[in-house]
């Protein structure tokens, strides 16, 4: 009698497994594959923000080193000053803005590069070199800030310190010109803006003998203020005792050497530039 054929539904039940299993590791390597493609697309998204924000920062660095930035008291022309002065503080506003825009645009592509971990894994070392670009990047702008906010208090205090410059030199024409009165009100603006000047001239990067100079400048104002009200008044004692209280106070003011008020701002400057300058190469490498 013959033996009788082998199961086949066991051979089929194997066939199904191995087929299973084979459908198994298709779809995982599909899925691993989009994942993958996934991952890499999306951390490429993130590196070109990186990239554009480092470069949004990195061209303004020409405008930004071209800026005015030579602090000068010596002027002989009033009028120009005051012009010159108020377009520093306008050049200095508007680096402010857009060192204030590059740091949102630096802000929000930094973030991104933090963001989805679990999918950008592929491309961690990348994301970590860009993060450490931005990182860079915040330390330039932080220094550029900086700068930018004192360039602008120094153009607030040239635009106070002109005016008055102004107040003398309408005050001189007018009184060669025998227009008394016009020279009166004239002199009667110097203490005021005098006065501001003194107020603005107590920031870091101004020297202490620029302090020391202004608030004399302001006393010899106020001294002429008043000795052209006795005058006025025809007070000639007082007229007299004031006038010898002006030369002695002009005289203690031309004591006040500010020959290095320049050299010493820009010291003030220095390491700030300096990490602007590295930080912003750092950014800008790799």
Same mark, same amino acid.
């Given at each position: @009698?013959?033996?009788?054929?082998?199961?086949?539904?066991?051979?089929?039940?194997?066939?199904?497994?191995?087929?299973? #299993?084979?459908?198994?590791?298709? +779809?995982?390597?599909? +899925?691993?594959?989009?994942?993958?493609?996934?991952?890499?697309?999306?951390?490429?998204?993130?590196?070109?923000? !990186?990239?554009?924000?480092?470069? =949004?920062?990195?061209?303004?660095?020409?405008?930004?080193?071209?800026?005015?930035?030579? /602090?000068?008291?010596?002027?002989?022309?009033?009028? #120009? /000053?005051?012009?010159?002065?108020? =377009?520093?503080?306008?050049?200095?506003?508007?680096?402010?803005?857009?060192?204030?825009?590059?740091?949102?645009?630096?802000?929000?592509?930094?973030?991104?590069?933090?963001?989805?971990?679990?999918?950008?894994?592929?491309?961690?070392?990348?994301?970590?070199? =860009?993060?450490?670009?931005?990182?860079?990047?915040?330390?330039?702008? %932080?220094?550029? $800030?900086?700068?930018?906010?004192?360039?602008? !208090?120094?153009?607030?205090?040239?635009? !106070?310190?002109?005016?008055?410059?102004? %107040?003398?030199? *309408?005050?001189?024409? $007018?009184?060669?010109?025998?227009?008394? +009165?016009?020279?009166?009100?004239?002199?009667?603006?110097?203490?005021? %803006? =005098?006065?501001?000047?003194?107020?603005?001239?107590?920031?870091?990067?101004?020297?202490?003998?620029?302090?020391?100079? @202004?608030?004399?400048? #302001?006393?010899?104002?106020?001294?002429?203020?008043?000795?052209?009200? #006795?005058?006025?008044?025809?007070?000639?004692?007082?007229? $007299?005792?004031?006038? *010898? $209280?002006?030369?002695?106070?002009?005289?203690?003011?031309?004591?006040? %050497?500010?020959?290095?008020?320049?050299?010493?701002?820009?010291? /003030?400057?220095?390491?700030?530039?300096? *990490?602007?300058?590295?930080?912003?190469?750092? !950014?800008?490498?790799?």
């Amino acid at each position: @009698m013959a033996a009788p054929p082998p199961p086949a539904r066991r051979s089929s039940q194997r066939l199904g497994t191995i087929l299973t #299993a084979l459908a198994v590791v298709a +779809l995982l390597l599909v +899925l691993g594959a989009g994942y993958g493609i996934a991952g890499y697309v999306t951390a490429g998204n993130k590196l070109t923000a !990186a990239n554009r924000a480092i470069d =949004a920062a990195n061209s303004h660095r020409s405008a930004f080193d071209n800026a005015p930035s030579t /602090f000068d008291l010596q002027r002989s022309d009033a009028k #120009a /000053f005051v012009s010159d002065a108020a =377009a520093w503080v306008r050049s200095w506003t508007s680096q402010s803005t857009s060192i204030a825009s590059d740091e949102a645009t630096l802000n929000a592509a930094g973030g991104k590069l933090r963001d989805q971990q679990w999918l950008t894994v592929i491309r961690k070392g990348s994301l970590d070199s =860009a993060s450490s670009r931005i990182d860079h990047a915040h330390k330039a702008l %932080d220094a550029a $800030k900086t700068i930018a906010g004192k360039r602008q !208090a120094e153009g607030k205090f040239l635009v !106070a310190y002109a005016t008055f410059l102004n %107040d003398i030199e *309408t005050f001189v024409t $007018k009184e060669q010109g025998g227009d008394s +009165l016009g020279a009166l009100a004239a002199a009667a603006q110097l203490p005021a %803006d =005098a006065d501001k000047a003194v107020s603005l001239s107590g920031d870091p990067q101004f020297p202490s003998e620029l302090g020391a100079y @202004m608030r004399s400048v #302001a006393t010899v104002a106020k001294d002429l203020v008043d000795y052209l009200n #006795a005058v006025t008044k025809g007070d000639s004692a007082t007229a $007299k005792s004031l006038q *010898t $209280k002006t030369n002695t106070d002009i005289n203690a003011g031309k004591g006040i %050497d500010i020959s290095q008020v320049s050299t010493k701002v820009d010291e /003030f400057y220095k390491p700030y530039i300096d *990490t602007y300058h590295k930080e912003l190469s750092l !950014a800008a490498s790799g």
